[in-house]
């Protein structure tokens, strides 16, 4: 499970000792569950190559086991204080017209180059910048420092400050209703450290996502894009304002 959005992936990647193990792997877990659910599989692109997989010069440990020992190390760093929140005045830094790689690529250093002298421990997946520019910050990652006082020092550096043109907002990071409830159905113990600092809200408000409820009902047909535009199930949307109604609704 991903350490940062505290769930699962419906994909992963393994590779094999040779070609031979890797197409008998097909013939015989295509469609099995034996992990509790259906899996399918598919060969690689043979052009695939693991090295050149990421774009940037450094990558981030972003997984771990979905047990109580996975979920104490997920955790910690919003335990000890070293996890931070990171909102962006979108779009980033990547350049328009470049492809969705580049710009995450561009961003990420931009990341790298403005968080580095405070020790990165590790930088979640970026949220696409790639829509109408906001007023109002939306988030793009969460960020591990390596110390409580690097996250400390990020924040008061950072925060409502404008880095390389783009505005950027730094905030400690705590856990909402959904990601309790993920934390508490794998290690209660953990749910209970993070609700005794104030990083996670009381068990009456904790409740599970209708996404994932949905996918469970139907594993097989459930289309997270489907969903989304279910008129019986709307989503929420944030209505942004332009800084001339921010302005004129503070006056008034």
Not at 207 to 231: C, G, I, L, Q, Y
């Amino acid at each position: 499970m991903d350490r940062f959005r505290l769930q699962g992936d419906m994909s992963a990647s393994v590779e094999l000792e040779d070609e031979r193990q890797a197409q008998k792997a097909v013939q015989v877990l295509n469609g099995n569950d034996s992990l509790g659910s259906p899996v399918y599989l598919r060969p690689l692109n043979p052009d695939f190559n693991w090295d050149t997989f990421h774009t940037t010069a450094r990558t981030y440990s972003h997984f771990v086991r979905e047990d109580e020992a996975g979920i104490r190390k997920a955790v910690q760093p919003l335990l000890e204080g070293r996890r931070v929140r990171i909102s962006v005045k979108s779009p980033a830094w990547g350049n328009k017209g470049d492809s969705p790689t580049e710009r995450r690529d561009a961003d990420l250093k931009a990341l790298e180059r403005t968080f580095d002298r405070f020790g990165i421990e590790s930088i979640s997946r970026l949220s696409p910048q790639f829509g109408q520019m906001t007023y109002h910050p939306k988030f793009f990652c969460h960020i591990d420092f390596t110390t409580k006082e690097g996250a400390d020092e990020a924040i008061r550096a950072i925060h409502e400050t404008e880095i390389e043109g783009v505005l950027v907002w730094a905030k400690r990071t705590e856990i909402d209703s959904t990601k309790a409830f993920q934390i508490g159905r794998v290690h209660q113990g953990s749910l209970i450290q993070l609700q005794e600092k104030g990083l996670a809200p009381p068990a009456s408000e904790i409740h599970e996502d209708w996404v994932s409820k949905s996918a469970k009902k139907d594993p097989m047909n459930f289309d997270r894009h489907r969903n989304w535009t279910d008129k019986t199930r709307p989503p929420h949307k944030r209505a942004y304002r332009s800084k001339d109604e921010a302005v004129e609704t503070t006056a008034e």
